[in-house]
């Protein structure tokens, strides 16, 4: 009798078992979700250089940039930070997920000195997933720059880009004054302390001026980029900025295509950031004394040197509702 309740005892649990393994052959397998990367770069904005971040949707991010003179008066003034100062205040603010709209004013005290206001827009197209079914993320980058300047500053030895009524009438057509720029841009972020970034970008003004000489400047300049951060402590990393405007004849200007011309020269920048979840501080070094991305591709005559290096810094900070 205890021989026959041990083997249905048994044969009961053979039989639950094979119908609980029949029950989960039957069932669809049930894929994890697979979510976005966090942290690519801490700040949708590396150095002076955009990256492809976003903040969450109803964030209101304030931007101050800040660029000292150049180093070649050495400690005559203290390296350029008693030199002239080249200064950018923007508000950007995300209204639908992956899109951001922002707007900025550039005071740049230099020669040639330039009043910008700027209107921008950034776009997340793709992003990166944390099980690689998405390897990048893809953004897009657009700035539209409005020059203050006045009259006398703006139509000295200028060449238009399409008819103007400035030989007719003493002022400024408005669309003389704009500048575009834009950009797509493609990130990785490698491991938790290696991110990095690459971009094409495309700048135009309608308006430029010419050169001594008679040649006009180009109104069209191609530029590729190289961004990329290395964090080395919870809340530092070292960040990098490269930027190449590409000599291609076919979309230039120039009658001669020489040295004589003064093509723009690549910018570097080297630099340190602290962030937190809601800020993030930059001090750097860079080749370059503009803040906007087209003044960088079109106009940068600064060497890799000490009379073309100087110091800047960026400070973001979020406020999200």
């Given at each position: 009798?205890?021989?026959?309740?041990?083997?249905?005892?048994?044969?009961?649990?053979?039989?639950?078992?094979?119908?609980?393994?029949?029950?989960?052959?039957?069932?669809?397998?049930?894929?994890?979700?697979?979510?976005?990367?966090?942290?690519?770069?801490?700040?949708?904005?590396?150095?002076?250089?955009?990256?492809?971040?976003?903040?969450?949707?109803?964030?209101?991010?304030?931007?101050?940039?800040?660029?000292?003179?150049?180093?070649?008066?050495?400690?005559?003034?203290?390296?350029?930070?008693?030199?002239?100062?080249?200064?950018?205040?923007?508000?950007?603010?995300?209204p639908v997920k992956n899109f951001q709209i922002g707007a900025g004013i550039t005071k740049k005290s230099v020669a040639g000195e330039k009043n910008?206001?700027?209107?921008?827009?950034?776009?997340?197209?793709?992003?990166q997933t944390r099980k690689n079914t998405i390897p990048v993320s893809v953004s897009l980058y657009g700035v539209i720059g409005i020059d203050g300047?006045?009259?006398?500053?703006?139509?000295?030895?200028?060449?238009?880009?399409?008819?103007?009524?400035?030989?007719?009438?003493?002022?400024?057509?408005?669309?003389?004054?704009?500048?575009?720029?834009?950009?797509?841009?493609?990130?990785?972020?490698?491991?938790?302390?290696?991110?990095?970034?690459?971009?094409?970008?495309?700048?135009?003004?309608?308006?430029?001026?010419?050169?001594?000489?008679?040649?006009?400047?180009?109104?069209?300049?191609?530029?590729?980029?190289?961004?990329?951060?290395?964090?080395?402590?919870?809340?530092?990393?070292?960040?990098?900025?490269?930027?190449?405007?590409?000599?291609?004849?076919?979309?230039?200007?120039?009658?001669?295509?020489?040295?004589?011309?003064?093509?723009?020269?690549?910018?570097?920048?080297?630099?340190?950031?602290?962030?937190?979840?809601?800020?993030?501080?930059?001090?750097?070094?860079?080749?370059?004394?503009?803040?906007?991305?087209?003044?960088?591709?079109?106009?940068?005559?600064?060497?890799?040197?000490?009379?073309?290096?100087?110091?800047?810094?960026?400070?973001?900070?979020?406020?999200?509702?």
């Open positions: 009798m205890k021989k026959n309740i041990l083997f249905i005892i048994l044969l009961s649990f053979i039989s639950v078992y094979s119908f609980a393994q029949e029950e989960a052959t039957d069932k669809p397998e049930v894929k994890e979700k697979d979510y976005p990367v966090n942290a690519t770069f801490e700040s949708g904005l590396l150095i002076d250089a955009q990256t492809v971040v976003i903040p969450e949707v109803k964030t209101l991010e304030m931007v101050i940039q800040h660029k000292f003179g150049t180093l070649e008066n050495g400690r005559s003034d203290l390296w350029g930070i008693y030199g002239s100062a080249n200064i950018r205040l923007g508000l950007n603010y995300v910008i206001t700027d209107l921008n827009a950034k776009w997340t197209v793709l992003q300047k006045n009259y006398t500053g703006l139509v000295e030895n200028v060449n238009v880009a399409s008819p103007s009524p400035l030989a007719e009438i003493n002022k400024v057509a408005f669309n003389d004054r704009l500048s575009y720029f834009s950009e797509l841009m493609v990130a990785r972020k490698f491991c938790d302390w290696f991110s990095l970034q690459a971009a094409v970008s495309f700048s135009h003004y309608n308006m430029v001026h010419y050169q001594k000489v008679g040649s006009p400047y180009d109104h069209d300049k191609i530029g590729v980029h190289v961004n990329g951060r290395i964090k080395v402590t919870p809340q530092g990393s070292i960040i990098f900025n490269y930027d190449q405007p590409l000599k291609i004849k076919d979309i230039s200007e120039q009658s001669e295509w020489n040295d004589n011309f003064p093509h723009p020269k690549s910018n570097i920048a080297l630099g340190y950031e602290v962030s937190t979840g809601t800020h993030a501080f930059q001090i750097y070094m860079a080749s370059t004394t503009s803040l906007l991305p087209q003044d960088n591709i079109m106009w940068n005559q600064n060497e890799m040197n000490k009379n073309g290096l100087s110091i800047g810094f960026t400070i973001t900070r979020l406020w999200a509702y």
